[in-house]
Antibody, heavy 125, light 111 residues
Framework: QVQLQESGPGLMKPSETLSLTCTVS????????WSWVRRPPGKGLEWIGY???????NYNPSLWSRVTMSVDTSRNQFSLKLTFVTAADTATYYC???????????????????WGQGTTVTVSS | DVVVTQSPLSLPVTPGEPASISCRSS???????????LDWYLQKPGQSPQLLIY???NRASGVPERFSVRGSGTDFTLTISKVEAEDAGVYYC????????FGQGTKLEIK
């Protein structure tokens, strides 16, 4: 069974660049899409974006100018970089696998069926 | 951008009673495949989110039959036929037609 584990800095200062890594175990990173989702304290989930193992990306339009995702198939890891962080970026960040759960009329449909435990990032001066 | 709106935001429910959560999108979620592109996730207290329902009405592996979704176009409703204590948590619908957008979440509390 695939397992995901996020790792990150924990505490950051405003204007710094957030770097998070998700390590995938129990399965290969190849062949899948991989997502990042966050939940600010007291708020709901926010989708950040996803990356295909080939490098194809799709970012939340509200974050796209600050977000970069990458994949390292040799290490079975994928990463998130978020530039110029502010207090509004304080959140628990989750990585998730976007798995093909159905094929309908020839179209593949993907949902987030495996999640990491989440890592808390606090941005404070 | 597709905006997704859930209601209610808070839902206290007595065990054994039914519960319903509404999810509305700012535009139709009908894909050219003929299916509506909508998922539901549940985040239980202290846990990571988990996939509950995909492609509008398909229960994810291990999800009990008491969970069902009906709807089309822009309006969808998740119904739990008889709520159990383990169903407590925050429920999110998510449109997957144009990029992805979560609703605000509905906190289901057990009375």
């Amino acid at each position: 069974q695939v397992q995901l584990q996020e790792s990150g800095p924990g505490l950051m200062k405003p204007s710094e660049t957030l770097s998070l890594t998700c390590t995938v175990s129990g399965g290969s990173i190849s062949g899948y899409y991989w997502s990042w989702v966050r939940r600010p304290p007291g708020k709901g989930l926010e989708w950040i974006g996803y990356i295909h193992y080939s490098g194809i990306t799709n970012y939340n339009p509200s974050l796209w100018s600050r977000v970069t995702m990458s994949v390292d198939t040799s290490r079975n890891q994928f990463s998130l970089k978020l530039t110029f962080v502010t207090a509004a970026d304080t959140a628990t960040y989750y990585c998730a696998r976007l798995n093909r759960v159905a094929t309908v009329s020839g179209y593949d449909y993907h949902s987030m069926d495996a999640w990491g435990q989440g890592t808390t990032v606090t941005v404070s001066s | 951008d597709v905006v997704v709106t859930q209601s209610p935001l808070s839902l206290p429910v007595t065990p054994g009673e039914p519960a319903s959560i509404s999810c509305r999108s700012s535009e139709s979620l009908l894909h050219r495949s003929g299916y509506f592109y909508l998922d539901w996730y549940l985040q239980k207290p202290g846990q990571s989110p988990q996939l509950l329902i995909y492609l509008t009405s398909n229960r994810a592996s291990g999800v009990p039959e008491r969970f069902s979704v009906r709807g089309s176009g822009t309006d969808f409703t998740l119904t739990i036929s008889k709520v159990e204590a383990e169903d407590a948590g925050v429920y999110y619908c998510m449109q997957t037609l144009r990029s992805r957008t979560f609703g605000q979440g509905t906190k289901l509390e057990i009375k």
